[in-house]
């Protein structure tokens, strides 16, 4: 296997996506992964912080792929799976964002470097308590299921599931990636807006395209597809 054929594990840690970037220059075999019990300073997109204590899986995957672009639905897939086979069905909700009735369990930040690309996952699974900041919105697999899950085994699953993902896209078979997405997906036929650094875009989701670009048919009627940006879920369909 691939994913973890090498591993940095630490009690306490910044960010496995930081250190993940440093070890780039010792060129650390593909599938290095970088994992900790917690984060100081965890990183979510576009510099927002991400909430690390202890109880979550908090991991960083070094991997040089043919091409990133759907790297990020492989992780949130992978996740899926990981807590899938253990009888939890998250829905993934594009891009990054794995929720379990309705909150935020797990998020994927990927980072594309020059020379090699990270896939960092977190995922909220025994943790607690949560900030009063984040309650609303964020949740954990303990926190809606009652269930303890240990971490060994669901890290040892995701391992699993990521490397069979990441295989698919190598082998240029992304489409069976996107089947498996569009099986967890709660978008689907939903009305959102999506935030294109600032941009707004309203529509119905038909699909996603090829290149994990979100397919959406707008208020007029019109198609547009959207390559990036933060989705908000709408009411009504
Ligand atoms: C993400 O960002 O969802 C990507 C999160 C990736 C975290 C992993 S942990 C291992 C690796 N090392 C790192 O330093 N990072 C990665 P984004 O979609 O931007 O969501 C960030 C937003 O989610 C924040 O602004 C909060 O509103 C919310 N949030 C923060 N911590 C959370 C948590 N633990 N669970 C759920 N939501 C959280």
Known sequence: MLIASKLYYFDTIESTNEYAKQLLDKEVPEGTVVLADTQTSGKGRLAKTWYSPEGGIWMSVILYPKDPALLSIAGAVAVCEALHVNGILPGIKWPNDIL????????????????????????????????????????????????????????????????????LLQNNLGKELLTKWRHYTVILGQKVMIDMAGKLVEGKVLDISNDGALVLMKLDGSIQRVPAGVCHMLKGR
Request: glycine fraction near 6%.
């Open 100 to 167: 379990l009735n309705g909150k935020k369990i797990a998020g994927i930040l990927v980072e594309v470097m020059e020379n090699a690309t990270i896939v960092g996952i977190g995922l909220n699974l025994n943790i607690r308590k949560f900030p009063l900041d984040l309650a609303d919105i964020a949740s954990s697999v303990f926190l809606e299921t009652k269930k303890h899950l240990e971490k060994k085994m669901i890290y040892d699953h995701l391992c699993k599931s990521l490397d069979d993902c990441y295989k």
